[in-house]
């Protein structure tokens, strides 16, 4: 006689659903999203309840061809409404989980990032790995709490593509290195990343990149820049600059990055290369912070008083720094990029505060 396996007692099974209101099918074991939470982190941890990916998770409730990092950017109404049902949240409480609006998808980091300090906190207070809402959004680099540049390689096995650190393991997910099967201490200060082109990340830098974030989140949500930026104006976002800056730093350093935007906004487009656009969010993390600081610094009107400047090494030489500005700037780059270089840092500011 084969016995059905009985689900009611295990802590680790969704199996069939607890019966809710009206009949309606719910699931036994769900987490609250923490605060910050990005949705596709709330539905990792939710599978891992059951020991099942986060594509497996959302085929069991028929939402296939699904990724859990749609719902991060997208407006899927029917997937959100499927989830609320199953799960008996509201389904306005899922849609806030998201990062950003579609429009904004090419922002979303293309590889997992995690400030240590963070994820230390969440293992010890919430007793399983998470990720916040930030490190998938290509405008912060580093974590605001703490003033770290965000980390994208496995301090076990050094790669940056196998989901170490968010490893389902009995029910919660647990910071483990896939490769090597083991546990990572995340206790010691790990090894401090040095920022591109001799930058530092001292304090005065870290005022100018949250200012950047501020602004270019703002902007995301429809508001108006606090501060007044470099060729920003009522057509054109503070976003679209910073793309520029970024594809000047791309064709300057002779970096060659595989268009590879999400497969979805791919094809909800018919002429995707013509929308296509490189983001700091498809850079690795050191050299999309080296990127924003650029565009922090040379985009930002100097309206507001006499700033100390940002130091750099244009050169390569370490020992030579010098102040970040249009003209080392423009010294930096290829002789056949200073006039585009020169139209970026030389735009009028705007748009005014209001
Ligand atoms: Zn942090
Ligand atoms: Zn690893």
């Not at 006689?1 to 809710?20: C, K, N």
């Not at 405008?139 to 003033?147: F, M, P, Q, S």
Request: glycine share 8%; net charge positive; charged share 25%.
């Amino acid at each position: 006689m084969v016995s059905t396996p009985d689900y009611r007692h295990s802590p680790l099974r969704v199996g069939p659903y607890a019966s809710g209101p009206g009949n309606r099918a719910v699931l036994p074991l769900v987490p609250r999203p923490f605060a910050g939470e990005a949705c596709s982190s709330w539905l990792e941890r939710l599978g891992a309840r059951s020991d099942l990916t986060t594509t497996q998770l959302l085929s069991s409730f028929g939402c296939s061809g699904v990724s859990a990092h749609d719902l991060d950017w997208e407006r899927d109404r029917r997937t959100v409404s499927v989830l609320a049902g199953v799960i008996g949240f509201p389904a306005a409480r899922i849609t806030r989980l998201r990062c950003g609006p579609p429009a904004s998808r090419l922002w979303e980091r293309a590889e997992r990032a995690w400030c240590r300090i963070c994820l230390r906190e969440g293992l010890m207070r919430d007793g399983e790995a998470w990720t916040q809402r930030c490190w998938r959004m290509g405008w912060a680099a580093v974590c605001r709490r703490h003033g770290r540049l965000l980390e994208a390689v496995c301090p076990r096995c050094r790669r940056t593509d196998l989901g170490c650190l968010f490893v389902p393991r009995a029910g919660r997910l647990r910071a483990i290195c896939r490769q090597r099967d083991e546990a990572v201490n995340l206790w010691g200060e790990g090894v401090r990343a040095e920022l591109p082109w001799g930058l530092r990340l001292d304090a005065v830098e870290r005022t100018h990149l949250v200012a950047l974030e501020r602004d270019w989140a703002r902007g995301m949500r429809g508001y108006r820049p606090l501060r007044r930026w470099r060729g920003v104006s009522a057509v054109r976002s503070l976003a679209a600059v910073v793309e520029d800056l970024v594809l000047l730093v791309l064709i300057t350093t002779r970096t060659w990055i595989q268009p590879a935007p999400p497969l979805r906004w791919m094809v909800a487009r018919s002429n995707w290369l013509d929308n296509f656009v490189y983001t700091p969010a498809m850079l690795p993390v050191r050299m999309a912070a080296g990127t924003l600081l650029l565009a922090a610094r040379l985009l930002a009107d100097p309206l507001h008083g006499a700033e100390p400047p940002v130091l750099w090494s244009p050169s390569g030489h370490a020992a030579k720094r010098e102040a970040l500005n249009a003209a080392s700037f423009m010294a930096w780059l290829e002789p056949g990029q200073r006039s585009w270089g020169g139209s970026l840092t030389a735009a009028p500011p705007g748009p005014y505060q209001n």
